[in-house]
């Protein structure tokens, strides 16, 4: 039980900073309802714990032996990421609501609904299978497409799993995914619980901030593939 709590710990403190996943999750549970933002926490969270376990094993290391795979992943992931911010910052207003329609994969994948700021129109109660799709792909883009994150991962994770036999691999990466779950659905039912208390407004604002921050986040991955590629 040692190994699993060591991992559990370690797990929290691999998820728990506020980072694109975590904005993604926090603005879903804003802005849809319960079961549709418990979906979406379910989507990130197979990503992350996809991720967790390609960094136990050494993908990072992948990256650092081809550089050019790193190069590739970096100019991707920063021209995806900017636009999911964009999507947030400049959303567009819709005059009836649309499952998954936006102006951004972020936008879309969270208000399948008229966007916040153009009134206060409840929630669609279901994604449709364009929203689930757009979901999917926006979860996959905010966990994978930062490879420094990747390379950071398997530093922290690696490290440990080189110290540990097959049996002692097993209690501790469990305890890592278990933290993946634990935090991300956590999450996602104490924001989506105080969404209420929230107005269009304040949830346009929200959007926002948030839409900010991951446009800062794709422009510095932009910046470190101009350098790697300069």
Same mark, same amino acid.
């Given at each position: 039980m040692?190994?699993y709590?060591?991992?559990?710990?370690?797990g929290?403190a691999?998820v728990?900073?506020?980072?694109? &996943?975590? !904005?993604f999750v926090?603005?879903?549970?804003l802005?849809?309802t319960?079961r549709?933002a418990?979906?979406t926490?379910?989507i990130?969270?197979?990503?992350?714990i996809?991720?967790s376990?390609?960094?136990f094993?050494? $993908?990072?290391?992948l990256?650092q032996a081809?550089?050019?795979l &790193?190069?590739? %992943?970096?100019g991707?992931?920063?021209?995806?990421v900017v636009r999911i911010g964009?999507?947030l910052?400049?959303?567009?207003?819709?005059? /009836?609501s649309?499952n998954?329609?936006?102006a951004? @994969?972020v936008a879309a994948?969270t208000a399948?609904? @008229?966007s916040?700021?153009?009134?206060?129109?409840?929630p669609? =109660?279901?994604?449709?299978l364009?929203?689930?799709?757009k #979901?999917v792909g926006?979860?996959?883009?905010v #966990?994978?497409?930062?490879? &420094?994150? $990747?390379?950071?991962?398997?530093?922290? !994770?690696g490290?440990f799993?080189?110290?540990?036999s097959?049996q &002692?691999?097993?209690?501790? $990466? /469990?305890g890592?995914? #278990?933290?993946s779950?634990?935090?991300?659905?956590?999450v996602t039912? %104490?924001?989506n619980?105080?969404?209420? =208390?929230?107005?269009?407004?304040?949830?346009g604002? !929200?959007?926002? %901030?948030?839409?900010?921050?991951?446009?800062l986040?794709? $422009? =510095?991955?932009?910046?470190d593939?101009?350098?790697?590629?300069?």
């Amino acid at each position: 039980m040692g190994l699993y709590f060591q991992g559990l710990t370690m797990g929290l403190a691999y998820v728990a900073p506020i980072g694109m &996943q975590n !904005l993604f999750v926090i603005n879903s549970a804003l802005t849809r309802t319960r079961r549709n933002a418990l979906i979406t926490a379910a989507i990130v969270i197979f990503f992350d714990i996809v991720l967790s376990l390609a960094c136990f094993f050494g $993908i990072g290391a992948l990256m650092q032996a081809h550089p050019w795979l &790193q190069t590739v %992943v970096l100019g991707l992931g920063g021209a995806v990421v900017v636009r999911i911010g964009l999507g947030l910052l400049l959303p567009k207003k819709k005059s /009836t609501s649309e499952n998954g329609a936006g102006a951004g @994969a972020v936008a879309a994948a969270t208000a399948s609904t @008229a966007s916040p700021v153009a009134g206060a129109e409840a929630p669609a =109660k279901r994604l449709g299978l364009r929203g689930l799709l757009k #979901t999917v792909g926006t979860a996959c883009v905010v #966990t994978w497409f930062n490879p &420094q994150a $990747i390379i950071d991962g398997t530093l922290m !994770l690696g490290a440990f799993a080189a110290t540990l036999s097959a049996q &002692q691999a097993t209690p501790f $990466i /469990t305890g890592v995914e #278990t933290a993946s779950v634990m935090w991300f659905l956590g999450v996602t039912l %104490v924001v989506n619980a105080f969404a209420h =208390k929230f107005n269009p407004k304040i949830i346009g604002v !929200l959007n926002r %901030v948030c839409g900010g921050i991951i446009v800062l986040y794709g $422009i =510095k991955l932009l910046v470190d593939f101009a350098m790697a590629v300069l």
